[in-house]
């Protein structure tokens, strides 16, 4: 057996101590030194990732790794050079989440996100179920492209559709465009049997496309998505042909012969300036697309759109019942705002009634108050009255008109009066709260 690896251990076990610790964020200068301390492949399964994943991570941050061989002159003994970390001016790189970092999910946006991908399961579930014994349910992705025959009799659905598509003409790019389709017109016959399929795919899911000006859509009651199919295309520098030269070329000479008459003729130009060359590779694009959910399907190398009709099925699903419990939701959240908002504006109200019945019992007390001062007064008063003097007894007359005004206003009936008017203890109080005093507001942007 040959000698165990002496690659630096005692820096490669420093640098798995720091991951036992483990944050899962690093700094770009810790990553480098990691990546330099222990071999990607290893470090990557401590940090519970894919060696791939962590070397695409390197180069997203531009974080050099070690090259081939450097860690074989390591264990050598020999002497192996390590690149630099070299500084960037963009210090959003400078920070790097590792693995299992997510960032935080808004708890409405989850809650549709929960609801929209338990109704595809139960989709699958329910159209498994109707599946015969001797027929398997298929995979929403073919691992062979899938070619499908043209369709003679489109569904109906599509009618609209296959009409505008024929009744359209091509652009300057040489294409045809509708709302909705964006193709080249070799690819109108594919697209039209893709959509014939996929109309039958998402009917087994109670769902209804159609179309209109505003382009491909499909509902589920009040709730819509809308997608488009685009062929995908390149620019090329136009190469005059010969036949294009020798125009330019006879345009040119009669421009001369022109000028020496002292006539002018106009520029013209006899090629576009570019090419553009269809590849016949179509992409459904789905526009108010759900949070989490994926919105592109194309054709690809291994795999064709037609091949993926059952996974875009399903993920038109979830586009749409993400959309309904994403407006349920919200329509919940808006009504328990303007209940709390009902709850605190009573709590207010009962708030500023008790003020008033505080001021009515503490005015009633000052009145009781100085109604027994002022009895107190005249009866005093009235042991002087044989050498009162005139003013005096002037004096004693106002006291005991205001003592009997203040008697008066001290009546069970005048108080009676006087609380029935201000409201301040109704038989049935418009102010009850059933659910008690509403919590403070948040002062957030929730609130």
């Known amino acids: 057996m040959g000698a165990a690896p002496i690659y630096r251990q005692s820096e490669a076990l420093q640098a798995a101590a720091q991951i036992e610790q483990m944050k899962r964020t690093y700094t770009r200068q810790e990553l480098y030194d990691l990546v330099w301390s222990t071999p990607i492949a290893t470090l990557a399964k401590q940090l519970d990732i894919s060696d791939r994943g962590l070397a695409k991570t390197c180069l997203r941050y531009h974080v050099p790794v070690p090259g081939r061989g450097y860690w074989a002159k390591v264990e050598a003994g020999q002497s192996a050079t390590k690149t630099p970390l070299w500084q960037i001016e963009n210090p959003a790189l400078e920070t790097i989440h590792i693995g299992g970092f997510k960032p935080a999910v808004n708890p409405y946006v989850a809650f549709a996100i929960q609801r929209a991908g338990n109704a595809v399961e139960q989709s699958k579930i329910r159209q498994k179920a109707k599946l015969t014994p001797e027929k398997s349910f298929e995979p929403s992705i073919a691992k062979e492209p899938l070619v499908l025959e043209p369709v003679k009799r489109p569904h109906s659905s599509i009618s609209p559709l296959t009409t505008a598509l024929k009744s359209a003409k091509r652009d300057q790019h040489g294409e045809l465009s509708i709302p909705g389709i964006r193709v080249h017109p070799a690819s109108v016959t594919r697209v039209t049997a893709f959509l014939h399929h996929l109309v039958l795919a998402l009917e087994k899911r109670d769902i209804a496309l159609s179309?209109?000006?505003?382009?491909?859509?499909?509902?589920?009651?009040?709730?819509?998505?809308?997608?488009?199919?685009?062929?995908?295309?390149?620019?090329?520098?136009?190469?005059?042909?010969?036949?294009?030269?020798?125009?330019?070329?006879?345009?040119?000479?009669?421009?001369?012969?022109?000028?020496?008459?002292?006539?002018?003729?106009?520029?013209?130009?006899?090629?576009?300036?570019?090419?553009?060359?269809?590849?016949?590779?179509?992409?459904?694009?789905?526009?108010?697309?759900?949070?989490?959910?994926?919105?592109?399907?194309?054709?690809?190398?291994?795999?064709?759109?037609?091949?993926?009709?059952?996974?875009?099925a399903d993920g038109i699903l979830f586009h749409l019942v993400y959309e309904k419990a994403h407006r349920e939701e919200q329509v919940a959240e808006q009504r328990r705002r303007e209940h709390m908002a009902r709850r605190r504006e009573l709590h207010k109200k009962r708030q500023e009634r008790e003020a008033n019945r505080l001021g009515f019992l503490r005015k009633l007390a000052e009145l009781q108050r100085e109604v027994a001062d002022l009895n107190v007064t005249v009866a005093k008063a009235s042991e002087l009255l044989p050498q009162a003097s005139p003013e005096y007894l002037r004096m004693i007359a106002w006291a005991e008109n205001r003592l009997a005004h203040l008697q008066a206003q001290n009546q069970l009936e005048s108080l009676t009066a006087s609380l029935r008017e201000q409201n301040l203890f109704p038989d049935s109080d418009e102010f009850h709260d059933p659910e008690g005093d509403p919590p403070p507001p948040r002062y957030s942007w929730g609130e």
């Open 211 to 312: 179309y209109n000006e505003k382009g491909i859509g499909v509902a589920i009651g009040p709730d819509d998505v809308r997608f488009e199919i685009a062929e995908s295309r390149r620019r090329e520098k136009h190469e005059p042909t010969p036949i294009e030269l020798k125009k330019r070329q006879d345009h040119e000479q009669r421009r001369e012969l022109a000028r020496r008459r002292g006539q002018w003729l106009p520029w013209e130009s006899f090629w576009p300036e570019y090419d553009y060359i269809h590849s016949g590779k179509l992409t459904l694009h789905v526009l108010n697309w759900a949070a989490g959910a994926r919105k592109n399907w194309g054709d690809g190398k291994h795999q064709s759109l037609e091949s993926m009709l059952e996974a875009i």
